[in-house]
């Protein structure tokens, strides 16, 4: 029994990396006998385990999420000094390069957001849990004296999480002069600014 749920479970991990992988190749349209046809299964055998194509990309999308709120607040988990923290969190939330996937991924999701209230509401949602997460590193920055905001966090959080999907999309349209590097230059010379303080390069 536990051997046939193991089984399963690796079973849709597999198939939400393959129509995270469809979706790349043919956009957020996607149809099922695309899905398929990534995983090497028939259309049958993919809603066997997802019966609702509409789940199986949630699920895709929900997985690329997961690095830009989840992972980034594990990363920074240990952390105490709230200066490191910043910077750390601004580097993370940016692609690593215009062929990050797990962006490529977010920008199909926003493009069809205006066509799909569930989208919109995953990619709002997405935003006001970054904005939180700024909110919580700037307030505790201020507590301690490190930080002096020149505008109430959540203004500064909402900027900042702006600018990462405004480079972002530079570099996924391949800017030719900005980059991951250049991108985060730019973002804490505004967080600098915003906070007070002169926050070191990564």
Known sequence: MARNKQRRTERRADLVDAARRAMLEHGSAVRLNQVAEVAGLTSGAVLYHYPDLQELLLEAHRAGMERFYDQRLRAVEGVTDP??????????????????????????????????????????????????????????GAAQGVFSLKDPSLTIGRNLVALEDAYGYRMMARHPSIDHAAASRLILDYARLATGHPLPAD
Do not use: F, H
């Not at 923290?85 to 215009?98: A, F, H, N, R, Y």
């Open 83 to 140: 200066v490191r923290k910043l910077v750390m969190t601004i580097t993370s939330g940016l692609p690593v390069d215009s062929e990050d996937e797990d962006v490529r991924l977010l920008c199909e999701l926003g493009g069809a957001a205006g066509r799909n209230t569930v989208y919109a509401a995953l990619l709002t949602a997405l935003y006001d849990r970054q904005v939180s997460m700024y909110q919580v590193i700037l307030e505790i």
